[in-house]
């Protein structure tokens, strides 16, 4: 069955950095569009990025521009999101979706933004 599994949450001080992994089986990862997206306490989810299939498009919410990477392996069936200078506005639950026909999506994973 199809599985994204998020890792590479926690806790981190203002300024700091953290890498998100989402592990995917159960469809063909290399030709789905995929994406991080965000839900805060009280917010809307947010589209943060996405990248194409053979990663020759990404794009990011103008918040996160400069500061966030998101990247794909294809062969290890991962997407990632490099986020660096980390401010407390990132604070929110992070979810992996992959998108083509059909959407799927990861249970999320907590980033803290905290002094």
């Known amino acids: 069955q199809v599985q994204l599994v998020e890792s590479g949450g926690g806790l981190v001080h203002p300024g700091g950095s953290l890498r998100l992994s989402c592990a995917a089986s159960?469809?063909?990862?290399?030709?789905?569009?995929m994406s991080w997206y965000r839900q805060a306490p009280g917010k809307e989810r947010e589209l943060v990025a996405f990248i194409t299939p053979t990663g020759r498009i990404t794009n990011y919410v103008a918040s996160v521009k400069g500061r966030f990477t998101i990247s794909r392996d294809d062969a290890k069936n991962t997407v990632y999101l490099q986020m660096n200078n980390l401010k407390s506005e990132d604070t929110a639950v992070y979810y992996c979706?992959?998108?083509?026909?059909?959407?799927?999506w990861g249970q999320g994973t907590q980033v803290t933004v905290s002094s």
């Open positions: 979706k992959a998108a083509k026909d059909q959407g799927y």
């Open positions: 159960g469809f063909v990862f290399s030709s789905y569009v």
